[in-house]
């Protein structure tokens, strides 16, 4: 079974930083990887799909790169609406990562 | 507007069963794969079952920890996506959610879960 391992777990951030999340599968998922926003009560929302991809809506602060076992997800200036919890998906087996929160520093 | 309504959560005693719906408007249910993805309280997101659509087979795929007790159905003449949950147990205790399944024109697959509904807790404890 594929597992997919995100870092950090959690982060201080600030308004106005860069934020960089990591995810590795543990063998090659080709650019099958999707990543999530979660905010607190709510359902997650699908910001990327095919590891780069920007979904429809989603502000064009957010990037994903990376294939194989690596994936990175970058917040290029972090907004308040921004701090949440953040999670990566391998598209085919569906397994999640164990996520990451973004908290104001 | 895609929406996607959970309905059937609540308390229920381990060894117990509980059918969760999901009632499925703004788009084209029939030709639409859909999934059930699951969260424990304080926990992370798990993916739990998946149906595609009649016209691609109309098959299911289940995560491992409920594969032979839970059971993902649809009825495209009603709109609504149905999870029968059979011996449930303690760690079955989560928020369950319905959701779509995005499919990428341009690489012809399916890669992500683009909609989502608001959830029903289902509890499991005596």
């Known amino acids: 079974d594929i597992q997919m391992t995100q870092s950090p777990s959690s982060m201080s951030a600030s308004v106005g930083d860069r934020v960089t999340i990591t995810c590795r599968a543990s063998q090659g998922i080709g650019n099958w990887l999707a990543w999530y926003q979660q905010k607190p009560g709510r359902a997650p929302q699908l910001l990327i799909y095919a590891a780069s991809s920007l979904q429809s809506g989603v502000p064009s602060r957010f990037s994903g790169s990376g294939s194989g076992t690596d994936f990175t997800l970058t917040i290029s200036s972090l907004q308040t609406e921004d701090f949440a919890t953040y999670y990566c998906?391998?598209?085919?087996?569906?397994?999640f990562g164990g996520g990451t929160e973004v908290e104001v520093k | 507007e895609v929406q996607l309504v959970e309905s059937g959560g609540g308390l229920v005693k381990p060894g117990g069963s509980l059918r969760l719906s999901c009632a499925a408007s703004?788009?084209?249910?029939?030709?639409?794969?859909m999934n059930w993805v699951r969260q424990a309280p304080g926990k992370g997101l798990e993916w739990v079952g998946r149906?595609?659509?009649?016209?691609?087979?109309?098959?299911?795929d289940y995560a491992a920890p409920v594969k032979g007790r839970f059971t993902v159905s649809r009825d495209d003449s009603r709109n609504t996506l149905s999870l029968q949950m059979n011996s449930l147990k303690s760690e079955d205790t989560a928020v369950y959610y319905c959701t779509t399944s995005y499919y990428d024109i341009w690489s012809g697959h399916y890669a992500g879960f683009d909609s989502w509904g608001q959830g029903t807790l289902v509890t499991v404890s005596s």
């Open positions: 703004g788009f084209i249910f029939n030709d639409a794969w």
């Open positions: 998906q391998e598209s085919n087996s569906f397994t």
């Open positions: 149906i595609k659509s009649k016209t691609d087979g109309g098959t299911t």
